[in-house]
C-alpha cells in the first residue's frame, strides 16, 4: 500500500508527515514570544488573523538549536482540527512510500526522537524518518 509523505530537513535528518494532516507550507513567520512557555514552543504566529502556536521540532527532537540568523520555514498541520506550526530547517517534497519499506525508528535516535517518531521508510537515497505529530504537538 503506497502512503504519501510531505517531507522536510531537520538538522540533516529528512521527516515525513502524512500529506492529509498539512494544510499549507510558508516561508519564515514572525512569531511573539510566550513568557513562561516550555522551551518547544518557538511563540504564536498570526497566520491571516488566525493564532498558531509554533512548535521548534529541534527542541522537541532533542536536536541542535538552529544556526544564530538562519531563519526557520513553517509547515501548518492539523491536529484534532486545529492548525499548529511546526518550525522546520527545509521543505522537501511530497513522496510516495510503500507500507512494505516501513521499519522500526532506528536506534541511533535520541530518546525523545524514539517517542516522537512511528517509524523509517528506506527510500533510493536516505531514510524517511515518519514523525508522529500528535505526540510532537502534544508535548
Known amino acids: 500500500m503506497k502512503v504519501q509523505l510531505a517531507t ?17 507550507v510558508l516561508r519564515q513567520q514572525s512569531r511573539t514570544r510566550v513568557p513562561l512557555a516550555p522551551p518547544a514552543v518557538a511563540g504564536l504566529v498570526n497566520l491571516r488573523g488566525q493564532v498558531l502556536t ?9 536536536l541542535p538549536e538552529r544556526p544564530e540568523g538562519v531563519e526557520p520555514m513553517v509547515v501548518v498541520v492539523r491536529v484534532a482540527g486545529e492548525p499548529v506550526s511546526l518550525l522546520v ?42 514523525l508522529d505529530t500528535d505526540r510532537a504537538v502534544a508535548g
Open 8 to 24: 522536510f530537513q531537520l538538522a540533516g535528518y529528512t521527516y515525513g508527515i502524512e500529506v492529509g494532516m498539512v494544510q499549507e
Open 54 to 62: 509554533a512548535i521548534d521540532l529541534r527542541s522537541r527532537l532533542d
Open 89 to 130: 530547517d527545509s521543505i522537501g517534497d511530497v513522496v510516495d512510500v510503500d507500507s512494505d519499506t516501513f521499519e522500526q525508528p532506528p536506534d541511533t535516535l535520541s530518546d525523545a526522537g524514539r517517542e516522537l517518531i512511528t517509524g523509517a521508510y528506506m527510500l533510493s537515497d536516505r531514510l524517511l524518518l515518519a
